[in-house]
């Protein structure tokens, strides 16, 4: 099945720029999707189609997908963008396994 | 706006059964495959199973395959997950998500998720 790597956490001082990476085997090939999930909530969505950002998401959410790895950048972070993020693809493999798959997750840390 | 929301959660003996129910509204419901995610305690997410707009096709991850079952009734805007021989490593909360209706799917939105808990 189709595996999505995730770094465990990122930390960021607010008003910087957090980039989290998510690698996959070829995942240029695939769409990827983000969700912000933060302590006792539901995940939201924030980034579809690798690059484009749900109504009510800010600009500051960006993401960008090429080769091995995708990336969700999230620019003048702020405290409130502190969360668990993940990643996300539909894999269409020929063994019809694990059609939805999610990376591990990224715990963002705002200094 | 679009709402979901389930129900059904509960502590369950190992073996035992329970069903999820996923009340939705604000959009189309007949119209929307489906989904069920679930996220164990302090772990992250598992996509569990879809089911297409009219219940004519339906998936599972490995893990639930053969004793789960995902179905919907249209008439009542209702989504379910039933649940059987339950284990422990089956306690998580369990989300319902709306399909987009598109290929390489995601899930938006979500519902506030039930927790189950299979426990002795």
């Known amino acids: 099945s189709y595996v999505l790597t995730q770094p465990p956490s990122v930390s960021v001082a607010p008003g910087k720029t957090a980039r989290i990476t998510c690698g996959g085997n070829?995942?240029?090939?695939?769409?990827v999707h983000w969700y912000q999930q933060k302590p006792g909530q539901a995940p939201v969505l924030v980034i579809y189609?690798?690059?484009d950002r749900p109504s009510g998401i800010p600009e500051r959410f960006s993401g960008s997908n090429s080769g091995n790895t995708a990336t969700l950048t999230i620019s003048r972070v702020e405290a409130g963008d502190e969360a668990d993020y993940y990643c996300?693809?539909?894999?269409?493999?020929?063994?019809?396994?694990?059609?939805?798959?999610f990376g591990g997750g990224t715990k963002l840390t705002v200094l | 706006q679009v709402q979901l929301v389930e129900s059904g959660g509960g502590v369950v003996q190992p073996g035992g059964s329970l069903r999820l129910s996923c009340a939705a509204s604000?959009?189309?419901?007949?119209?929307?495959?489906m989904h069920w995610v679930r996220q164990a305690p302090g772990k992250g997410l598992e996509w569990v199973a879809f089911?297409?707009?009219?219940?004519?096709?339906?998936y599972y991850a490995d893990s639930v395959k053969g004793r789960f079952t995902i179905s919907r009734d249209n008439s009542k805007n209702t989504l379910y997950l039933q649940m059987n021989s339950l284990r422990a490593e089956d306690t998580a909360v369990y989300y319902c998500?709306?399909?987009?209706?598109?290929?390489?799917?995601?899930?938006?939105?979500w519902g506030q998720g039930t927790l189950v808990t299979v426990s002795s």
């Open positions: 998500a709306k399909d987009p209706g598109v290929t390489t799917s995601w899930f938006d939105p």
């Open positions: 996300q693809v539909w894999d269409s493999s020929s063994d019809h396994r694990g059609y939805w798959v």
């Open positions: 089911i297409r707009y009219d219940g004519s096709n339906k």
């Open positions: 070829n995942i240029g090939s695939k769409s």
């Open positions: 604000g959009f189309t419901f007949s119209s929307y495959g």
């Open positions: 189609y690798d690059s």
